[in-house]
């Protein structure tokens, strides 16, 4: 059918605005926001960090293509356990803001249908996130890997500056936020980093607190099974000691850390 350039425009918009890629859904209660959530987990991600739980969503491309529709049908077959623990739905990855009109139909949709929602990302790709997608989100969870530029890039592969600049922005903004921080031995255990970042999130008066997240090797067997050595395979779990002496730096900024 013919379309006046316009309408083609339009339409094109749309579609795109429409259908995404997805790597899977599931229901979890934790750390992925408040009650019980649907979290679908987008395909695409930037970076490449060294402790990546889910490298099979890294490629844009080996997502399963999936109209908002279709999302928001498998969002509401699962209402009425989201709205029962004062759940919602949390938009994840790979990484979400590399789909950003998807994701922000997304959760649109769901806030209009009185559901909490939110974002899980690395901020990487925040100022991809325009004020519609922000308005439409209840929460954040912002994964920030480290306040030092160095061990940021040496972890992730990308810039540190994209992550602080949106944290701020989101600042501005009044929107909620949880900071999500893997404490990895080695990595981003030093007193030192924990305390720069400490000071960086007590600024933030949007932060309502930082989950301390220990490593763990969960994810070994998919890098196994895609050929992908697994880069921190001789690196340890941190104890218990160490996962409450970093709570504690946070605590002593100020900060709310479970």
């Known amino acids: 059918m013919d379309r006046t350039p316009a309408r083609a425009a339009a339409h094109s918009a749309r579609a795109g605005q429409d259908t995404g890629r ?32 889910n490298p099979d969503t ?22 009425t356990f989201l709205t029962a623990s004062g759940g919602g739905v949390t938009v994840s990855g790979g990484e979400p803001l ?24 690395s901020g990487n790709l925040g100022d991809r996130a325009d ?27 990308g810039d540190l500056a994209p992550t602080l600049r949106f ?5 501005g903004l009044g929107v909620p936020v949880r900071v999500r921080y893997v404490l990895v031995p080695g990595w981003t255990d030093g007193e030192a980093d924990v305390d720069a ?22 994810g070994a067997a998919k890098y196994e099974a895609l050929g992908i050595p697994f880069p921190l395979r001789d690196t ?16 002593a900024h100020g900060v709310r850390a479970d």
């Open 197 to 218: 970042l400490a000071a960086f999130v007590s600024g933030l008066s949007v932060v309502e607190r930082v989950d301390v997240l220990p490593f763990h090797k969960l």
């Open 22 to 53: 997805v790597h899977s859904w599931d229901l979890s209660t934790g750390v992925d926001g408040p009650g019980t959530r649907f979290v679908l987990f987008t395909s695409g991600c930037p970076l490449r960090c060294l402790y990546c739980q």
């Open 98 to 121: 590399l789909q950003p009109a998807f994701t922000g139909e997304i959760l649109r949709r769901c806030k209009d249908a009185g559901l909490h929602t939110a974002l899980d990302t």
């Open 131 to 157: 004020s519609a997608l922000l308005a439409a989100t209840d929460l954040v969870l912002l994964d920030i890997k480290s306040v030092d530029s160095a061990t940021h890039r040496g972890l992730t592969g």
């Open 167 to 171: 944290a701020r922005r989101l600042d």
């Open 58 to 79: 890294w490629r844009r491309r080996d997502g399963r293509p999936m109209t908002v529709d279709e999302v928001m049908e498998k969002v509401g077959n699962c209402r």
């Open 236 to 251: 340890p779990t941190p104890s218990r000691e160490l996962v409450e002496r970093v709570r504690g730096q946070f605590g």
